[in-house]
């Protein structure tokens, strides 16, 4: 862990020594490969809560969510690229909240702008939460460490992201996909090789414990069904994509329109890649502990503990040179998930609060750097401070996700969407809409609290 924490700062330090604008420090220039640009896309949106909560999904509730999500991601591609990445491309803007004022004036933007920080600094702390709860897991210290590695994380991610800019953060997104898709191979290999082959864990019948999953059913005590997670998760990959500046401001990194189109396409290819593999590794782990329950720490079961079992099983299934790339894996993909977030608050936070005070120049330039440094401190103490309450959220992985992050982006889409398609929409119905939509959201979200 420690050296990959050093090469990590060490891409950091090498392009922060080519970063003499905020053009560059933000969108790298405006001149970034669309390959580059979508699997740092996946890396924005792809975190260690989803690499440890997929496979936990899979074992405790079943594969509906991993089924239904992968299908939806051909839907969603096309309408972000086919009706959002040419709004966000037609002006030379950084934040993609600059367009809202274009229609809806300066306190739309502003309440999204605000609505956004707040957004990335809850999702920043609960990835720290859960990358110090996993690596705590995996190397088998006391929980009475995970402040401490909370803080670490915290620091680390703050000071690569505060030297290098959005090049050094898609740069470490390829480095991040290759170790943790190397991570799942790697586990579904050696249960196949431990159990005797594919056959002997692959699931003939559903266990006892798994929910009921329809396909459909009005039923709101269902937790889970085909067409409702479907839907669910083409929407909210549609707002993400639509509202979230970490997305946004991946599009505005290409050339034009259809380098972005490209780079979503790219994004979408490496998130449904990884989302199968995960699907398979929870099927495998699911598998493996069946066949060999004894193999069960105490504390776990299949039924109550699915977040913990792929964890305990990189620390304790994988060889050993294995299980240290993997557990780097899961560093780098903890500052690959809080990074790009601390960027992009910053250049959020710097086009509405900080640009319109300081005038153009190469000093400007200077001082609007010096202050995004700041700012990246700032952020960085806040976030780790955040991630110590984020345990009292009640549910797993993927519904801690949910109730703290997603129910945000609906409301913050439909802002867009008013700007983009709804010609007689004002600046007080939508503030109202968005207000109305999170309640909603929070309402429905903590339902069973």
Excluded at 18 to 42: D, I, K
Excluded at 251 to 269: K, N, P, Q, S
Excluded at 359 to 387: C, F, M, N, Y
Aim: positive net charge.
């Amino acid at each position: 862990m420690i050296l990959c924490g050093c090469v990590l700062l060490g891409i950091g330090f090498f392009f922060s020594r080519r970063q003499r604008t905020t053009e560059e420090y933000f969108v790298a220039g405006r001149n970034q490969s669309p390959v580059l640009a979508g699997v740092s896309l996946f890396a924005a949106l792809f975190t260690i809560v989803a690499y440890i909560g997929v496979p936990g999904e899979i074992v405790q509730f079943g594969p509906v969510l991993v089924i239904a999500s992968v299908s939806a991601l051909p839907f969603s591609y096309y309408i972000i690229g086919r009706f959002l990445i040419p709004g966000f491309m037609r002006l030379p803007i950084t934040s993609g909240y600059e367009l809202l004022e274009t229609r809806l004036g300066r306190s739309v933007r502003l309440t999204a702008s605000i609505t956004f920080i707040a957004v990335r600094l809850v999702w920043m702390a609960l990835i720290l939460y859960a990358a110090s709860a996993v690596l705590v897991n995996v190397t088998g210290c006391d929980r009475r460490w995970m402040p401490a590695i909370e803080a670490a994380i915290g620091a680390l991610a703050t000071l690569y992201t505060l030297a290098g800019g959005i090049k050094a953060v898609m740069t470490t997104a390829v480095l991040e996909f290759a170790l943790l898709l190397l991570g799942a191979i790697m586990t579904v290999v050696l249960i196949s090789v431990q159990a005797g082959g594919v056959r002997p864990w692959w699931p003939e019948h559903a266990p006892a414990h798994w929910m009921p999953q329809p396909f459909f059913s009005a039923d709101p005590h269902i937790r889970v069904t085909a067409v409702g997670t479907f839907i669910s998760y083409f929407i909210s990959t549609v707002c993400a994509g639509g509202s979230d500046q970490v997305a946004i401001q991946r599009y505005l990194t290409t050339r034009d329109a259809a380098a972005a189109r490209r780079a979503v396409l790219f994004g979408h290819i490496t998130v449904g890649v990884i989302l199968l593999s995960l699907g398979l590794v929870g099927t495998a782990l699911l598998g493996y502990y069946r066949l060999f329950p004894a193999a069960l720490p105490a504390g776990l079961d299949l039924a109550h503990a699915g977040d913990g079992l792929f964890p305990y099983f990189l620390s304790h299934g994988l060889p050993t040179g294995v299980s240290g790339l993997v557990v780097a894996g899961l560093l780098t993909s903890a500052v690959s998930g809080v990074s790009p977030s601390i960027n992009s608050v910053i250049a959020v936070a710097n086009q509405e609060f900080i640009a319109p005070f300081i005038h153009q120049g190469a000093q400007a330039e200077a001082s609007k750097i010096r202050i995004a440094r700041l700012l990246a401190l700032g952020i960085g103490t806040v976030i780790i401070l955040g991630s110590l309450g984020m345990g009292r959220v009640p549910g797993n992985l993927i519904e801690v996700s949910g109730k703290t992050v997603n129910i945000f982006f609906y409301p913050m889409f439909g802002l867009f969407f008013l700007t983009m398609y709804v010609r007689f929409a004002t600046a007080t119905g939508a503030i109202l809409g968005a207000i109305y939509g999170l309640t909603a959201g929070i309402i429905v979200g903590y339902w069973d609290v």
